[in-house]
């Protein structure tokens, strides 16, 4: 099964029209990656405070559906799947119940720090991304056999 999060919107996601300030989506996301993350048992202080590697989103796009305004709970699915051996991206659905709301992309590459080169995922992102594929498939086969 995809990774779910759960999430209230806050007052402070909002802009001066009441809805959620476009740029808070990929806040809201992130707070979803890093919550996988980390109920998948890495490390966030030791993660994100790692001086010799980093993972920069270099591509990130989403998609509007529906408003989001304070007060409403969404649920954020998250989808990461491996582009290559230093590559991943994740794909994000956010919903109001049982009706889709945003949709949002983020691409990650993993790199060196000190020289800012590509290098390879460690191996807590492989396993990371080898969970999530499995779970994700998972459900996808269930979803099929409904269907039937």
């Known amino acids: 099964m995809s990774f779910l999060y759960h999430r209230t919107v806050h007052f402070q996601d909002t802009d001066a029209a009441g809805v959620v300030y476009f740029a808070n989506v990929l806040n809201i996301c992130h707070e979803a990656y890093e919550a996988s993350l980390e109920v998948s048992g890495i490390n966030l202080k030791a993660f994100f ?3 010799s590697v980093a ?38 659905e956010i919903k109001l119940g049982e009706v889709l709301a945003a949709k949002a992309i983020t691409r990650h590459v ?5 020289s800012r080169n590509k290098q390879e995922l460690p191996d807590e992102i492989n396993d990371w991304l080898e969970t ?17």
């Open 55 to 92: 993972f920069p989103i270099v591509h990130a796009n989403v998609d509007f559906l529906r408003p989001m305004f304070c007060g409403d709970k969404l649920v954020v699915s998250l989808m990461p799947q491996k582009l290559g051996v230093e590559k991943f991206e994740i794909a994000y």
């Open 132 to 148: 999530n594929r499995r779970n994700t498939e998972e459900v996808e086969r269930r979803k099929s056999r409904e269907i039937m």
């Open 49 to 51: 405070g790692n001086s």
């Open 110 to 114: 993993c790199i060196d720090v000190n």
